[in-house]
């Protein structure tokens, strides 16, 4: 996975934390790629902060955006990469905005989407279509002037969608900061002669002692022709599809997956011709076990004081305290007895 500091309301972001499900000896800048597209991000110093876990000094943003990560070194070979991660750019003079939310028309069974509805927590004074930005794979593109729609909402139409799917919108206007953004939306693609049909379920293997490697996923009829290349994952959790699609019953589908690196959500978009498929994207919770790391109930306890701080750790399981910073990182190994640690941040 890939993360990055600062917020749209916030702060400009300088680092970016690249995580990979173990160490990738002498991993150095130069492994490193960073495609900025708008936003100027260059890359600057890595270091290593825990196991598989490394920051990536940034600077030179000019602007919120999407950055793509790519990461390769001679011995390994790295999936999940290359990996997208939203930056962001803080002009403190300008405005705090909100981008609340997205909504679009049409549906799986009635019509092709049309129009999106921007809803902010304010005006945005100016605010054109030019200012917005649309992603992903359904083919959805601008199609004229922006309108006010009420207080803080526009009004976007869009044509051009030829697969029902997810829209990721970006809103940027000089003046603003406005976090919220970008945001994604499930547009809809309907052919009045094709099949209706329904996504009613979808579910994950795996647990919190084994990795996911399947989703079933369920229809409310037999999806004629449904192949692997009809489903696209999404999410920040590393699943890849691995191989063909498999009938498990009338209308159920299994769907082998790969590369998980972390717990969390995937979402799921079904698109096949011949079928207007409602209940498509969906999300599903997937899992990451690593045998190497210990597990077991851990009670937590932090205490903040004047001039310091008290770490109170309890389980049933050894396990393992990551500490990182500027002086890189710190294990301690903490036994079932319970132990207390004190931990300093610039004297507090």
Known sequence: SVSADGGAVTATTTKLTLTFDKDITGLAVGDITLAAGSTGAAKDALKRTGTGAYELAVSGIIASGTVTVSAAKSGYTISGSP???????????????????????????????GKLTLTFDQDITGLEANDIALSGSTGATIDGALTSAGAGVYELAVSGIIVSGTVTVRVTRTGYNISG??????????????TAAALTGITADGSAT???????????????????????????????????????????????VTGIIADGTVTVTVAKSGFNISGS?????????????????????????????????????????????????????VSTSGYTYTWYVDGV
């Open 210 to 256: 084994a990795t996911t490697t399947k989703l079933t996923l369920t229809f409310d009829q037999e999806i004629t022709g449904l192949e692997a290349s009809d489903i696209t994952l999404s999410g920040s959790t590393g699943a890849t599809i691995d191989g063909a699609l498999t009938s498990a019953g009338t209308g159920v589908y299994e769907l082998a």
């Open 83 to 113: 990996k997208d991660v939203e930056v962001y750019y803080y002009d403190p003079t300008a405005i705090a905005a909100a981008l609340t939310g997205v909504t679009a028309d049409g549906s799986a069974t009635t019509a092709t989407t």
């Open 181 to 194: 953004s970008p945001t994604d939306v499930a547009v809809y693609y309907y052919d009045p002669t094709a």
């Open 281 to 333: 994207p969906q999300t599903v919770q997937v899992y990451y076990y690593d045998s190497a790391i210990p597990r077991g109930d851990v009670n937590i306890t932090l205490d903040i004081v004047d001039q310091g701080g008290s770490l109170t750790l309890t389980g049933n399981t050894p396990f393992t305290v990551y500490r990182t910073g500027a002086d890189g990182s710190a294990n301690v190994s």
